[in-house]
DNA sequence: CTCTGTGCAAAGCGTTTGCAAACGA
DNA sequence: TCGTTTGCAAACGCTTTGCACAGAG
């Protein structure tokens, strides 16, 4: 895990115990995981990992900001670390969600919408769906 | 209710019942609706309508692609009537969602994603999160 | 007339909550 | 030591399902 996302722990007095720290790991080497995903995953190193703990820590995360919710059409949500701004690829046969660089153009939006309509911007999602290169074999 | 969409309807062997009407014309005059204030909104006119016909409705419209599902960051799913390409402003606090225009540069992107990515695109939806003029307040 | 659609009630799941014990700081 | 976190089990709420009846085509 990275130790940014342990500085940001102990700035919020989030305790980096076994489970929160196992957690964290799951969801960074998936890049994109679902509540079932993460217990299912994290169990295995953690064998007492309790759904309820991997609810209560992923609500917690995500009101800190280290995590992101990607939620999806169709399939249930998936959380990520929060990093700089990124599109998704979301594979409507499997779900499978794939980041990809967010052009220069896109970022531009943001401002343009702040005024036109008297909108507050804050953060964006692209989200393309379509069909990954395994599920279109 | 557009024609249109009730051309859909007959092309697809779903029967135009009142109560699927109803359903469409909620989600049109509402832009973007949850299934709760569908059913609440729809059951103004018909009394009788249960939620379990709101949800196989959905369903139904969802699978012919006359619905498109709005899947959104901290809320339930909205559903809006399928249209041509366009991206939403959706607040934060209260969960509105409003169309804007998508405007051309983004329409390009798909293109260039198919190659590069060795994805078979099928649609973009672009979510833009804030707080809307009225919560701001 | 046929077959789809509706409404109800029950079943099924995913998620949240309360609480006692464990544990990190 | 103190306050947070965990794990369990129960509770909760949303969604789906089965079935008998109604109704659109």
Excluded: W
């Amino acid at each position: 895990m990275q130790n940014r996302t342990l500085e940001l722990l102990k700035s919020y007095h989030l305790k980096a115990t076994p489970q929160r720290i196992e957690i964290l790991n799951v969801i960074e080497s998936l890049g994109h995981a679902n509540i079932d995903e993460i217990y299912e995953v994290a169990k295995k190193k953690h064998s007492t990992m309790s759904l309820a703990t991997v609810y209560k820590n992923i609500t917690a995360l995500l009101e800190k900001n280290i995590l992101n919710e990607v939620a999806l059409n169709n399939f249930k949500s998936k959380y990520e670390i929060v990093k700089d701004r990124h599109a998704h690829l979301v594979c409507k046969e499997c779900g499978y969600v794939q980041d990809i660089e967010l052009n220069q153009e896109i970022k531009h939006i943001s401002k343009d919408i702040s005024s036109d309509y008297n909108f507050n911007f804050e953060n964006l999602e692209l989200n393309i769906y379509g069909v990954c290169s395994k599920c279109s074999k």
